[in-house]
Antibody, heavy 123, light 107 residues
């Protein structure tokens, strides 16, 4: 079945780094754009970043630009988020999601989500 | 930065119709998407491209668009529809954005 499984979350001190992973299965990973979305405790969803199927196109939210790096390894069916210079406000559940497009190239939304991995930034 | 505005909460009785709005300046030019999130669970896509419904989503969920406002309508609300609902779209640069979310309470 189509599945996304995040890992790599944990407790890190302010200024520290963490690398999140998202393992995809049940679909042709290399055909899809992928996104990272986060949700701070008790708050709403915040889009973080997305990467094109080949990795050639990348966008970041202003809140993480210059600190986070999204990447992918299509041979390993894996998506990554390298998070540096972490701040308390980065504390959140981080989800990876599959970005779907129709045959004409129009965006069809995030149609598959993982269960999330928790990142806590605290001293 | 671009923002999508949703009401914080909407309450309806079972069997009634719930309408959740989302406003944003770019919505006349960009499609909107709606996600349902129940406590402790990942979000689920319930409407895409303003009004399309993914397979497996009940017909009582529908979407519409008018100018700078899009609306998620849930007809014949059931207790299981109680959840947080988020709209999502894109700004002119291609960056994605979520609304602040609306908590739907089924009385």
């Amino acid at each position: 079945q189509v599945q996304l499984v995040e890992s790599g979350g944990g407790l890190v001190k302010p200024g520290g780094s963490l690398r999140l992973s998202c393992a995809a299965s049940g679909f042709t990973f290399s055909d899809y754009y992928m996104s990272w979305i986060r949700q701070a405790p008790g708050k709403g969803l915040e889009w973080v970043s997305y990467i094109s199927s080949s990795g050639s196109t990348i966008y970041y939210a202003d809140s993480v630009k210059g600190r986070f790096t999204i990447s992918r390894d299509n041979a390993k069916n894996s998506l990554y988020l390298q998070m540096n210079s972490l701040r308390a406000e980065d504390t959140a559940v981080y989800y990876c999601a599959r970005d779907s497009y129709d045959s004409s190239g129009y965006y069809d939304g995030m149609d598959v989500w993982g269960q999330g991995t928790t990142v806590t930034v605290s001293s | 930065s671009y923002e999508l505005t949703q009401p914080p909460s909407v309450s309806v009785s079972p069997g009634q119709t719930a309408r959740i709005t989302c406003s944003g300046d770019a919505l006349p030019k960009q499609y909107a998407y709606w996600y349902q999130q129940k406590p402790g669970q990942a979000p689920v896509l319930v409407i895409y491209k303003d009004s399309e419904r993914p397979s497996g989503i009940p017909e009582r969920f529908s979407g519409s668009s008018s100018g700078t406002t899009v609306t998620l309508t849930i007809s014949g609300v059931q207790a299981e529809d109680e959840a947080d609902y988020y709209c999502q779209s894109a700004d002119s640069s291609g960056a994605l954005v979520f609304g602040g979310g609306t908590k739907l309470t089924v009385l």
